[in-house]
């Protein structure tokens, strides 16, 4: 995992005690096979911006990297129907660059364009991948696309599996992980009122890394119920969670003022952050309770 | 030989391989490692010094360039990952020894002082005013919001910005 905080070294990478090979395979079986092959001695590599991130920072490369660049059916964008509702396929090398760009993303998806503005800078975005976002299990991405339900595509050598985000994030950890081919979003349920944002708190205005980020998307029906909500919350070293207990107690609801206080502890109660030498697990709690209920402060206003 | 494209051309145990470029219009062609650093290549290789080197990890501009129209910071980039493309460094911006309009409203501006991160800077304002001649602050804040200045304070940088801007904006 990394650390955001290690001190910055500048100058040349550390001497690298084994050499490290490229391997650019053209399909997603071979590339399957190569990581088999090698193991842990093998990482897969895309935009390799948190790579080189990582071996400034002291972590040597992997002896075989397995670039993903070449396998085409990765990249792009694919516009999709399914079962009369529209669906947005983002190839796991897209990168972040291209799906702020995108137009169906600004228009249909905008909480994942405004997720995408807030990370790292421009010439980073340029390079950094939509797949290596999530597969970074921490990346500020991640709480958008879990409120958006998208779907995370993978293979696994010999089938396409087809996962939520959070559920793929946990197969990062495991040996021989499925390979991200894509992100698919569903089109998000329509409503009398949409309440839906993203929010980054860091320790400053831009490019930095989040203390706390924090989704949500709701529908709200012509009586002011809420009728659906999806909320979640990430930041620091751990991975996003969706805040069930949160939903739970915000679905059905007329929300009125009172309901922001058992709101805020539910929020304190359910997210569990990570302390780092910066940030307290304590003090992102409560930066993650108040922007939240200062969000929903808003809607009833 | 495995049917992947694999860059393992072996020299005493050290992997390298032919990187061909065309940097500031020119042809160049390297023998380097594959997981060398660009930055590593334009400095050390090719002698263009103007390209600084600062934090090593994308997160300070300074090493800002342009490869096939697009910015990005050249110490992010291994050497297999800019094989076959085209780059622009802060050498190739002037013409005829003539300095670019961005470099003169930068020196008319005040727009930097130490002058470390300005070819990084410039580089940044070039991609974003060839994408949108005329842009708002929020435009040029989030442009260069992956370049740091210690120096000025970016008052300096958002005016020469802006001139430019109003330039462009008389010209359309």
Known sequence: MVNEHEPLMSGKPPTLPVPTKIWRP???SEAWELKRRYGSEACYITGGTLIQLQREQGTPLAEHLISLDKINVLEGFDQLEDEGQFK?????????SDCHRNVFIEEYWPIL????RHVASPAVRNRATIGGNVCYQVGDVIPALMVLEAEAVSFDGTTYLRNDIATYIQSVNGKDHPILTSITLPEPPVSAQVLSFFKKVGRREAFIPSIVTVACYTCINESGEVEYIRLAAGGGTASPKR?????RFLQKKVLVEEDLGRLYDLVLQEYVPASDPFTTAEYRKTVAANVIVSEFEKLIQ | MDKSDAVNVQTENVPVIDLNL???ENPVKVQVEPTARLVDILRDELQLTGTKISCGIGRCGACSVMIDGQLVNACLTMAYQADQTSITTIEGVSRDQEMDPIQKAFLEEGGFQCGYCTPGMVMAVKVLLEEVPVPTEEDIKMALSGNLCRCTGYGGIIRAVQRMAAENSEVR
Request: a negative charge; proline letters at 0%; aromatic letters at 4%.
């Open chain 1, 88 to 96: 947005l396929r983002i190839g796991a090398l897209t990168t972040l």
């Open chain 1, 26 to 28: 053209s399909d997603l």
């Open chain 1, 243 to 247: 805040l069930y207990e949160s939903e």
């Open chain 1, 113 to 116: 364009a405004e997720a995408i």
């Open chain 2, 22 to 24: 065309t940097i500031n």
